[in-house]
């Protein structure tokens, strides 16, 4: 897995990690 967080990897990335720390 290359680290290139494109603009919608990290949009659908952020939210999850977002809500799964919430």
């Known amino acids: 897995m290359?680290?290139?967080p494109t603009a919608v990897?990290?949009?659908e990335y952020t939210?999850?990690?977002y809500?799964?720390?919430r």
């Open 2 to 4: 290359p680290l290139l």
């Open 9 to 11: 990897k990290v949009q």
């Open 15 to 17: 939210p999850v990690m």
């Open 19 to 21: 809500i799964t720390e």
